[in-house]
C-alpha cells in the first residue's frame, strides 16, 4: 500500500518552508553574532577656554586634542554603546541631553549608553551644574550634540567581529597619593609642601591604600583579522601634561595611547578610554615637562595587553542595567573646624566649595550602571571613586573579568572609604565631597547588584 502524506507533513516538505526554515535559522545566528562598530569626534576646544585644574590657565594651544570615542557592540538583540570622552567631568544634564539625542538618532536604549570621561587635566574647565559661572558656556553646550555625533558614527559601522581580552599589571608611574602623618595619624595628599617640612611632619607612615595594578584591554577584530578599535581601562589620574606652564590643550596619558594603539594596529584602530576607581591614585610627578615618555610606559602595556589578549568564546552576550540611585547629601556641619588649616591652607578658601554643598537638595538622586560584553563587566560610578572601593567591586563581581569606569553619566565629586574620612584630607572636604559615606558604600552596592543581575547564577565563573 503506497503511504500519504497528512497535509501537515507535505507542508513541512515543502522547498518553500524548507528555504524559509534555513533563511530562520540564518537570521537568528546572525542576530546572535557579535557586531561591532567605532566612531571617533574631535572635541577640542577653541584657543581662549579656560583648562581645569590648579590655576585654571587661559589656554594658547593644542599639544594633542581631545576626542570622544565611542564602541557600540550588538548581540542577541541588544545594543551597548560606551564613549570615551577626553574631559575631567560631564555634567548630568549634558550626559542626559547626549543621551537623549543618540538614541533617538540609534534606536539605542538610553540606559544602554555610558558616556566615560577619563578625568583628563588638560580639558576644558566644566562648571558644577546650576553655577552661575559663565566659563567656557559656548564650548560646554556643544558637547552633547559632538557626543551623539560620535555614537551615532559607531552605530552606522557596525560589522561582525570577534572579541579578544587582555591584562598588563602596571606597577610604574602611579600611587596612592594619601600619607599618614605619624605626628597625628591623619593623611596628607603627596602634593603638599608640608610634607618637606621636617619640623611639621617629622615622619610618615607609608600610603593609606593600595592601587590597583589592572590595565585590561578588549580587542575587536574584524572578520579578516584588522583591528577596529579597543576599550581600554587604567586606574589613574590622568595629571601629567606639562598643562601649568603650557597653557596647551591635551588628552594625556589616554591619548598616547591611543597614539600607540593607532601605530601598531593602524590609524583606523580606535581607541575607547575609560577611568578606573581614581580618586585617590595618580602619578607621582605631575605637570611634567617628559609626560609623554611617562605615558609611554601606560601605552606599552596598553599595546603589550592588546597584543596577547585571548579570543573569547562565541556567542558574545551583551548586557546592561541602570538605576538612578537616591543618596544622602555630605553633612557640612559635621566637617570638623581644623581639617582645612592641617593641611597648610587658608580656611576660607573653601568657604564657596562648602556654600556649594550646603545648597544641595539634602537627597541626591544618580546614575550607576553595570554592562556586559561577554565575560567583562563594567561597573559605573558617577564620581571619583576611591580605589579601594574600586576594588571591592571587583572582588564582588560574578563576571569572570571586571572592570570599573568612575564619573560615568554625572559628576558627585570624591567618594573617600570610611577609613579616608577619618583620616580626613583633601578628598574628604565638604565641596570636593558631595556624598555622605553610607550613600557611597550604597552606590558601591547598587553596582554588585546590577552585575549580578547581568550573570545569573547558572552560569560558571569562566566563559561567557
Not at 15 to 21: D, I, K, Q
Not at 33 to 39: D, H, K, M, N, T
Not at 295 to 324: H, L, Q
Request: with cysteine.
Amino acid at each position: 500500500m503506497k503511504p500519504t502524506l497528512t497535509p501537515l507533513a507535505s507542508l513541512l516538505l515543502s522547498p518553500f518552508v524548507a528555504l524559509f526554515m534555513v533563511v530562520t535559522a540564518a537570521s537568528a545566528a546572525d542576530s546572535a553574532a557579535l557586531q561591532v562598530g567605532f566612531g571617533r569626534m574631535d572635541i577640542t576646544p577653541p584657543v581662549g577656554c579656560v583648562i581645569t585644574g590648579p590655576g585654571a590657565p587661559v589656554s594658547t594651544g593644542t599639544d594633542d586634542p581631545l576626542r570622544a570615542s565611542a564602541l557600540v557592540v550588538a548581540s542577541g538583540g541588544r545594543k551597548l554603546a560606551v564613549v570615551g570622552v577626553d574631559l575631567v567631568k560631564v555634567r548630568r544634564d549634558l550626559a542626559d541631553a547626549a543621551i537623549a539625542l543618540a538614541a533617538e538618532r540609534t534606536g539605542l536604549a538610553r540606559d544602554a549608553i555610558l558616556i566615560c570621561p577619563s578625568h583628563n587635566h588638560s580639558s576644558p574647565l566644566i562648571p558644577a551644574q546650576g553655577d552661575k559661572n559663565t566659563i567656557n558656556k559656548d564650548y560646554i553646550a556643544t558637547l552633547p550634540k559632538l557626543i551623539a555625533d560620535c555614537i551615532e558614527q559607531a552605530n552606522q559601522a557596525l560589522q561582525p567581529a570577534r572579541m579578544f581580552i587582555g591584562r598588563s599589571l602596571v606597577y610604574e608611574g602611579h600611587c596612592n597619593r594619601r600619607l599618614i602623618s605619624k605626628a597625628d595619624g591623619l593623611a596628607l595628599n603627596t602634593w603638599l609642601k608640608k610634607l618637606n617640612d621636617l619640623q611639621q611632619v617629622p615622619q610618615v607612615l607609608g600610603t593609606e591604600g593600595p592601587i590597583d595594578p589592572e590595565l585590561w584591554v578588549a580587542r575587536f577584530d574584524a572578520l579578516d583579522g584588522k583591528v577596529l578599535g579597543t576599550l581600554v581601562n587604567f586606574t589613574c589620574h590622568p595629571g601629567l601634561h606639562d598643562r601649568i606652564k603650557t597653557h596647551t590643550w591635551s588628552a594625556d596619558f589616554p591619548g598616547v595611547i591611543a597614539e600607540h594603539i593607532a601605530q601598531v594596529y593602524g590609524q583606523q584602530a580606535v581607541c575607547v578610554f575609560t577611568q578606573g576607581a581614581s580618586g585617590n591614585i595618580q602619578p607621582p610627578v605631575m605637570w611634567t615637562p617628559d609626560w609623554k615618555e611617562r605615558a609611554a610606559v601606560f601605552a606599552k602595556a596598553a599595546v603589550d595587553a592588546a597584543t596577547n589578549a585571548v579570543a573569547v568564546k562565541e556567542p558574545v552576550v551583551v548586557g546592561y542595567a541602570r538605576r538612578d540611585v537616591a543618596v544622602p547629601r555630605c553633612d557640612v556641619a559635621a566637617q570638623r573646624d581644623g581639617a582645612i588649616a592641617r593641611l597648610g591652607w587658608r580656611p576660607e578658601s573653601f568657604e564657596g566649595a562648602k556654600r556649594t554643598a550646603a545648597a544641595m537638595p539634602a537627597t541626591l538622586t544618580v546614575p550607576v550602571s553595570a554592562a556586559r560584553i561577554g565575560p567583562l563587566a563594567i561597573a559605573t560610578n558617577p564620581g571619583e571613586l576611591f580605589v579601594e572601593r574600586g576594588l571591592d567591586i571587583k572582588k564582588r563581581s560574578p563576571l569572570p573579568y571586571t572592570i570599573v569606569t568612575e564619573l560615568t553619566d554625572d559628576w558627585i565629586g570624591y567618594e573617600p572609604t570610611a577609613q579616608a574620612f577619618a583620616h580626613e584630607g583633601y578628598e574628604a572636604l565638604a565641596g570636593v565631597n558631595f556624598v555622605a559615606p553610607a550613600g557611597i558604600q550604597t552606590l558601591v552596592d547598587t553596582a554588585v547588584e546590577l552585575l549580578q543581575s547581568l550573570w545569573p547564577q547558572e552560569n560558571p565563573r569562566t566563559g561567557n
